[in-house]
């Protein structure tokens, strides 16, 4: 990790020990379901990930995708409309559309998760230790079934139209790879980190997130190849970049 990433405010310095347990999400856990909904699309359009015009996926992907109801996510949608955000066009071509010139620093939801940001970079963090050593074990210990599974779902990524069916992939990808390491128990606590980190996810270009995919890529050749210094340099390529391309990188 780079000097810069080092001193980031709540980060350890070097010499000092370094806390392996998860750090708590206090900045966000005021918000509900809904707040969350609006801070995560809103902050997007703010930082110019949404792009005007650009159509939103159905409610029902986004929920899938945000991990929350997908009533939920409609009322959150309506609500971004009425602040200006987004619009909604009816008909068969139509569906929900960032505004052309949408209105921007109005969803006070968004605070909670800037003021979390020494918390995102603590959880990237932590995600990077456990990442370089599952990557590692799962190097020594995947068979084929696991390397053939891995490409199938990395194929699926370079196919899907947006940043909602993305996401379920994503995880499901990160999650085999734990799984081929053969340590079960493992795996849970690994999950628990990446779906902490993934609460502060937001919606990205879909070429941006294929791009990503390319490291996905490198791991399974690395994981196949039976290199596990490739393939530890490459899941630590792939997370601590989030410093910088998330929204604590990106403000």
């Known amino acids: 990790m780079s000097p810069a990433s080092s001193e980031r405010a709540g980060s350890p310095m070097p010499g000092e ?3 392996l347990a998860a750090p708590a999400l206090a900045g966000i856990r005021r918000l509900s379901a809904l707040d969350t909904v609006r801070a995560r699309i809103g902050l997007a359009v703010d930082l110019g990930l949404l792009k005007p015009g650009e159509r939103l996926p159905p409610a029902a992907d986004i929920a899938a995708a945000l991990d929350v109801g ?41 605070a909670a998760y800037q003021e979390s940001a020494a ?9 990077v230790l456990l990442e370089c050593g599952v990557a590692h074990l799962a190097t020594l210990r995947a068979d084929a079934g696991h390397i053939a599974a891995l490409t ?7 196919a899907v139209k947006d940043w909602a069916d993305f996401h379920a ?31 502060f996810y937001l919606p990205y270009p879909v070429e941006y ?11 399974v050749e690395s ?4 290199d596990p210094r ?22």
């Open 70 to 110: 997908e009533i939920t996510v409609r009322r959150a949608l309506v609500s971004l409309c009425a602040d200006g955000v987004l619009r909604r066009v009816r008909g068969r071509t139509g569906g929900t559309l960032v505004e052309s010139a949408p209105a921007t620093g109005v969803v006070s939801e968004i």
């Open 223 to 226: 994981l196949s190849a039976r």
């Open 230 to 251: 490739a393939a530890v340099d490459v899941a630590r390529r792939h997370v601590e970049i989030l410093h910088t391309t998330m929204f604590v990188g990106l403000v």
């Open 169 to 199: 992939l994503d995880e499901r990808f990160h999650v085999l790879v734990a799984e081929a390491t053969g340590l079960a128990g493992a795996v849970p606590e690994y999950q628990k980190v990446l779906q902490d980190l993934y609460q």
């Open 119 to 127: 918390e995102v970079h603590r959880l990237i963090d932590h995600r």
């Open 209 to 219: 997130l294929r791009e990503s995919n390319g490291e996905h890529r490198e791991l």
């Open 17 to 19: 020990p370094v806390d």
């Open 152 to 158: 199938d779902v990395v194929g699926q990524m370079d």
